[in-house]
């Protein structure tokens, strides 16, 4: 449905099976690639390379990896080097840190990386985090705030200048989309190379032509709906 209205990209991400320990859903995975002409971006309980290939073998243009990326950075080269790098998308999924009072506005943000959907802290700085995984191999970075996710708050600009400016990856904004607005500032105040939406299609908020339609009123690079079908 939202490749047919535009989208340029589909992502199929599984936030639960990371933690409840589950193999991503094949037969999905196989279905949703059947009706698609756009990339297909897959993600959750990827651990290994072995289970990289079988998702790619399945119709998967581009895997997402996290939580095993945290615990084994390692896998990032592993699969880059195998894969290609263009097939290894890295989600950092990054809370900001509460500053102490007394530092609250001499201390610039913080953020850290989080795994199993954002339930566990990895411990890592999430910009640093997002550079080294680009080092690694990464070619792309999807950038999720999980203190904007579901809020319709806006995207982190913040989070997104920090990681767009120290990361040599295109990155994909993700996490707190709320209309064409939030859209137009991810890409045109955070430096991010693309975004993602969620919540605000799925809900009949919004369309993938009124989001077109604000990105190219606002002078940024954007396909074209008819070019996309």
Known sequence: RHAAAGADEIVLLDITAAPEARATALVLVRRTARGLDVPLTVGGGVRTAAEMRAVLRTGADKVAINSAALADPGLITRCSRRFGRQSVVVA????????????????????????????????????????????????????????????????????????????DVPIVASGGAGGPAD????????????????????????????????LAAAGLPVRPIEAAA
């Not at 890409?187 to 339609?213: C, F, M, P, Q």
Request: hydrophobic content about 45%; glycine content about 10%.
């Open 183 to 214: 859209v137009v500032a991810a890409i045109r105040e955070g430096g991010a190379d693309a975004v993602l939406v969620a919540g605000i299609l799925h809900e009949g908020h919004t369309t993938i032509a009124t989001l077109k339609e604000a």
């Open 92 to 167: 950092v999924d990054a809370r900001r840190e509460p500053a102490p009072p007394e530092a609250a506005t001499a201390r610039p943000p913080r953020w850290q990386a989080v795994a199993a959907g954002g339930r566990r802290p990895s411990g890592r700085d999430a910009v640093a985090w997002a550079v080294q995984a680009a080092e690694l191999g990464a070619g792309e970075i999807l950038l999720t705030s999980i203190d904007r996710d579901g809020t319709r708050a806006g995207y982190d600009l913040e989070l997104l200048r920090a990681v767009s400016a120290a990361a």
